[in-house]
């Protein structure tokens, strides 16, 4: 076992490194785990649901039957069958505590509805906010490849000037902070 928990330490630090490197990709493998988790959320809400309209209907019959044997209970007090009607109480009773705990029940999946529905719409806005972060990196990776062409063009051909220099330092910088931002996203999301 030593040994695969070696290679698997290697192969991690040597996938997190290629990360680093190419943060471009870390974006992208960041937006297919909020994919996948708004899908599953989803999944989950469908689920949550129907079994919610499962147990509107076992109480909607529940209601029913008490509502029938409440009836009962009236015909055989009418008729001096106090047997009946004590025996119709208890099948009430029961069925009363029956319907409370299916209430319980589905007071609880309305809760968890609304829990799946809440992150849902957490997952949802982070995920924009990381599709913005990697369209912001793509058009600064696209400026930097730009900038780069045209340097090597100016150096070849001698007439670089001093603001075009500066022009350097300010994508450099640029891509230098929106690493940092994507540094302090990455940590946030993984509080």
């Known amino acids: 076992m030593g040994l695969f928990d070696d290679l698997s330490r290697f192969l991690e630090n040597r996938l997190e490194e290629f990360l680093r490197n190419n943060p471009h990709l870390e974006l992208e493998a960041l937006l297919e785990q909020l994919r996948e988790q708004e899908e599953d959320t989803l999944k989950l809400i469908a689920d949550l649901k129907l079994q919610e309209k499962r147990s509107e209907e076992e109480i909607l019959s529940t209601a029913q039957e008490i509502q029938r044997w409440h009836i009962r209970i009236q015909k055989a007090k009418n ?9 119709a109480g208890e099948r009430e009773a029961a069925l009363l505590r ?11 999946l ?15 806005q982070r995920r924009q906010e990381v599709q913005a972060k990697a369209a912001e990196a793509q058009t600064a990776r696209a400026k930097a490849q730009t ?22 330092l300010e994508e450099k910088f640029r891509s230098w902070e929106t690493q940092d ?5 990455k940590r946030n999301m993984q509080k």
């Open 181 to 185: 931002e994507l540094e302090q996203m």
């Open 147 to 168: 900038q780069q062409r045209s340097e090597s063009i100016g150096w070849s051909n001698k007439t670089s000037s001093y603001s075009g220099g500066f022009d350097d």
């Open 79 to 87: 008729a001096n069958r106090e047997d009946l009607a004590a025996a």
């Open 110 to 124: 309305k809760e968890r509805i609304n829990q799946s529905q809440e992150l849902l719409q957490k997952i949802q």
């Open 98 to 108: 029956e319907g409370n705990q299916r209430w319980g029940h589905m007071q609880g």
